[in-house]
């Protein structure tokens, strides 16, 4: 269950070796400030939907009916329930809601956009990608994204101390990112990788992510060479400017979830890479297939977060997937040599919280 442990309390031997980022103070208290946000956020949408957190689950079609809440709105409103009784703690941080600081001022302002249209969400008043992605929202999406947000910088130290560790010593490197944004995980990776890249290869499926991140990577690192490609996970996987001989790193971070078939991602991605290459990616992940995590609250109005081809081995859910049904979808897809950074396990049993991991495949 999801609960509060102050910082003194958590064994930090699974996460040593790892960047600091993801094992300071400041990392854990984001973690925890942000539960904390999401605790508040989900008892106001379920005051506006004029229900009770402490509602019977075996009711939740009742509930929906009461609430007005469409059939296909019901899954969301599920997961609402599934947060409060993941909840062991009442109390957090010093006892109160902690306000918000640089590193957790992000995530403040996209909970303060989404949680007053949510219960309009959920009847479906208003469709959550206009929510999330109207007009004047980029500048909102550029401070989340962002490296000087804590959650996203330790994600994008994790994901790219994987990279750098299992390809060591290698030059020439052609690499494809995936997912790419506007840019973050790829500085991230190219602060320590730059001068070994023959080639960069960043996509998106989002034209305006892909030019603003695309432009900016260009810009931070004028010796590489970067090209861009619009690349949709769910599209035609098969050219999306692969060198010859294939690539020896694809690379994403928090991407790979959108896949609506996951498995049949997998595998057109395994097929780009080149004999010995590596398929390296980061996300946020489930500390166990049944307990959501914070960002699923706000990322769950997007259709194509949660509508995916279910499989009841490695994906019972759309969105985030636990660190053991990444390793189960790997293996299925193909992929022989796997591991997840740290090992997942030991870190969830250190700090319940923990929802991050990269995975290492070829």
């Not at 031997?13 to 980022?21: H, I």
């Not at 409060?84 to 600081?101: C, K, L, Q, S, W």
């Not at 309009?120 to 992605?133: H, K, P």
């Not at 098969?238 to 896949?259: C, K, M, T, V």
Request: aromatic content about 10%; hydrophobic content about 45%.
């Amino acid at each position: 269950m999801r609960r509060f442990l102050p910082y003194e309390q958590i064994p930090l031997t699974p996460f040593l070796g790892l960047p600091r980022e993801l094992w300071s103070e400041e990392f854990f208290r984001c973690g925890e400030t942000v539960n904390l946000w999401v605790d508040v956020a989900v008892e106001k949408v379920l005051s506006a939907l004029g229900l009770e957190a402490g509602a019977v689950r075996e009711s939740i079609e009742e509930l929906a009916a009461r609430a007005r809440v469409p059939p296909d709105r019901l899954p969301m409103l599920r997961w609402l329930f599934d947060w409060v009784e993941d909840a062991e703690r009442t109390v957090g941080i010093a006892g109160e809601n902690p306000p918000p600081d640089e590193s957790t001022r992000p995530t403040f302002e996209l909970l303060s956009r989404v949680t007053p249209r949510y219960a309009a969400f959920l009847r479906g008043e208003e469709e959550g990608e206009r929510i999330l992605f109207s007009p004047g929202t980029l500048a909102l999406w550029e401070s989340y994204f962002s490296n000087c947000h804590a959650v996203v910088r330790g994600l994008n130290a994790l994901g790219a101390h994987a990279a750098l560790e299992a390809l060591s010593g290698k030059g020439g490197l052609r690499i494809l990112e995936v997912g790419g944004g506007l840019g973050s995980a790829a500085a991230a990776l190219l602060e320590g990788i730059a001068g070994r890249t023959a080639c960069y290869l960043f996509t998106d499926v989002h034209p305006g992510f892909l030019r603003r991140g695309g432009e900016a990577l260009k810009a931070r690192f004028p010796g590489v060479p970067i090209e861009l490609a619009r690349l949709d996970l769910n599209g035609d996987l098969s050219r999306p400017g692969a060198p010859a001989g294939g690539f020896d790193l694809i690379y994403g971070a928090n991407a790979l979830h959108l896949a609506g078939d996951l498995l049949r991602t997998l595998k057109g991605l395994k097929g780009l890479l080149a004999p010995g290459g590596r398929l390296i990616f980061v996300e946020g992940t489930r500390p166990a297939p049944h307990r959501p995590i914070a960002a699923e609250f706000a990322f769950q109005l997007l259709p194509q977060f949660t509508q995916a081809a279910v499989d009841p081995e490695f994906r019972p859910r759309g969105g985030f997937l636990s660190g053991g049904e990444w390793l189960g979808a790997l293996r299925r897809a193909g992929f022989r040599r796997i591991e997840s950074v740290p090992d997942l396990e030991p870190a969830v049993r250190a700090y319940p919280n923990h929802a991050m991991g990269a995975f290492v495949a070829s």
